[in-house]
């Protein structure tokens, strides 16, 4: 991956799809993951052998039947977990192996969510052939199919989420935040033209959504109380990718710092940010954790080219496992004993606890 001053999502998408589309498997583009095995046995009680090189047993690799990009995660339940990424790839898992679904179109979906098993809702970039972002899609499961959303955008949407069904927000590139009502897509003032790549909340009264500025170089973070968006003071230069809490006052930031390529965890203790590492970890893209002292994040280390996973137990960050040759992405579980982390390409693993 190229490092930058300033390391966009949309420029990831690219050297992502690059990769897919023709970069040699030791290409220096981006993190490169083994695509499935030919000879890959579908997954078993929710994993597949271990991959030999994992340091830690405890993850196993899954076989997904994809070579695609895979981004983000998020299931209703752990028979029904839904993977998004590139060539409008959705994947479903009912508890025993993966498969694919129809979404109906070729955009790289970014992030997926949903209010129950019937009522999810997916949202993406709309590429050139170049990889440059030309336009944003919206989606929407009803428990049968997927279909396509009016949501008038024109720009790259990266992060999903919702209070209810009738309470979602959607956010992309040139600060765009878009809100859905359960009857139409609607765009909201975010006072910004950052990057916006990740939301996430505790109520339709306190959602945080992050991302980056290029000039000057700010990690952002916006919060809304229900009537109007406001800045919050990051005290970092990275951008941030991800975002997750367990509380109101317990919210954590994921991101990367563009010139160092290292890694950035944020902690909001419900009055202000802080960082609670030095950025020693790698390139960090999602967060997620089933408690307030169960934290995952999931990153990649340029140097090496290895996927990492990172756990906190609420009062210590340390490594937690190493995949070489996966960049991973997204991260999301139904329990601390069923957790799923996604990369490229194709890459699932999955924690037993």
């Given at each position: 991956m190229?490092?930058?001053?300033f390391?966009?999502?949309a420029?990831?998408?690219?050297?992502?799809l690059?990769?897919?589309?023709?970069c040699?498997?030791?290409?220096?583009?981006v993190?490169v993951a083994?695509a499935?095995?030919d000879?890959?046995?579908?997954?078993?009680?929710?994993?597949?052998?271990?991959?030999d090189?994992?340091?830690d047993?405890?993850?196993t690799?899954?076989?997904?039947g994809?070579?695609?990009?895979l981004?983000?995660?998020?299931?209703?339940?752990?028979?029904?977990?839904l993977?998004?990424?590139?060539?409008g790839?959705?994947?479903q898992?009912d508890g025993?192996?993966?498969s694919?679904?129809?979404?109906?179109?070729?955009?790289t979906l970014?992030?997926?969510?949903g209010?129950?098993?019937?009522?999810?809702?997916?949202v993406?970039v709309?590429?050139d052939?170049?990889?440059?972002?030309i336009?944003?899609?919206?989606?929407?499961?009803?428990?049968?199919?997927?279909?396509?959303?009016t949501?008038?955008?024109?720009?790259?949407?990266?992060g999903?989420?919702?209070s209810s069904?009738s309470?979602?927000?959607?956010?992309?590139?040139?600060?765009a935040?878009?809100?859905?009502?359960?009857?139409?897509?609607t765009t909201?003032?975010?006072?910004t033209?950052a990057?916006l790549?990740?939301?996430?909340?505790?109520s339709?009264?306190?959602?945080?959504?992050?991302g980056s500025?290029n000039?000057?170089?700010?990690?952002v973070i916006?919060?809304?109380?229900?009537?109007s968006?406001?800045?919050?003071?990051?005290?970092?230069?990275?951008?941030?990718?991800?975002?997750?809490?367990?509380s109101?006052?317990?919210?954590?930031?994921?991101?990367?710092?563009g010139t160092?390529?290292?890694?950035?965890?944020l902690?909001y203790d419900?009055?202000?940010?802080?960082?609670?590492t030095?950025e020693?970890?790698p390139?960090?893209?999602?967060?997620?954790g089933?408690?307030a002292s169960?934290?995952?994040v999931v990153?990649?280390d340029e140097?090496?080219?290895v996927g990492?996973?990172w756990h906190?137990?609420g009062s210590t960050w340390?490594?937690?496992?190493?995949?070489?040759?996966?960049?991973l992405f997204?991260?999301?579980?139904?329990s601390a004993?069923?957790?799923?982390?996604?990369?490229?390409p194709g890459?699932?693993?999955?924690y037993?606890?």
């Amino acid at each position: 991956m190229k490092s930058s001053h300033f390391l966009t999502l949309a420029a990831l998408l690219g050297l992502g799809l690059a990769f897919l589309t023709g970069c040699s498997a030791n290409s220096a583009a981006v993190g490169v993951a083994r695509a499935p095995d030919d000879d890959a046995s579908p997954a078993d009680d929710d994993t597949s052998p271990a991959d030999d090189d994992n340091d830690d047993d405890s993850w196993t690799a899954m076989s997904s039947g994809t070579n695609a990009m895979l981004l983000f995660a998020w299931g209703s339940s752990a028979t029904n977990v839904l993977v998004v990424g590139s060539a409008g790839a959705i994947l479903q898992f009912d508890g025993s192996s993966w498969s694919p679904m129809t979404s109906g179109t070729t955009a790289t979906l970014s992030a997926v969510w949903g209010d129950a098993a019937s009522d999810v809702f997916a949202v993406g970039v709309l590429q050139d052939a170049g990889g440059d972002a030309i336009g944003g899609v919206t989606l929407h499961y009803d428990g049968a199919s997927w279909s396509p959303m009016t949501s008038g955008t024109t720009t790259g949407l990266y992060g999903v989420w919702g209070s209810s069904g009738s309470d979602v927000f959607a956010v992309g590139n040139s600060g765009a935040i878009f809100h859905y009502d359960a009857s139409s897509w609607t765009t909201m003032t975010s006072g910004t033209t950052a990057g916006l790549y990740g939301v996430w909340g505790t109520s339709a009264s306190d959602v945080f959504v992050v991302g980056s500025e290029n000039v000057p170089t700010t990690g952002v973070i916006l919060h809304y109380d229900g009537s109007s968006w406001s800045s919050m003071a990051s005290g970092t230069t990275a951008s941030l990718y991800g975002v997750w809490g367990s509380s109101a006052s317990n919210v954590f930031a994921a991101g990367a710092n563009g010139t160092t390529m290292a890694g950035v965890i944020l902690q909001y203790d419900g009055s202000s940010w802080s960082a609670v590492t030095n950025e020693t970890t790698p390139v960090l893209w999602g967060v997620w954790g089933s408690s307030a002292s169960d934290i995952f994040v999931v990153g990649w280390d340029e140097a090496t080219d290895v996927g990492l996973i990172w756990h906190s137990d609420g009062s210590t960050w340390s490594p937690m496992a190493n995949f070489p040759n996966d960049n991973l992405f997204g991260v999301w579980g139904s329990s601390a004993a069923n957790v799923f982390a996604v990369g490229v390409p194709g890459a699932i693993l999955h924690y037993g606890g």
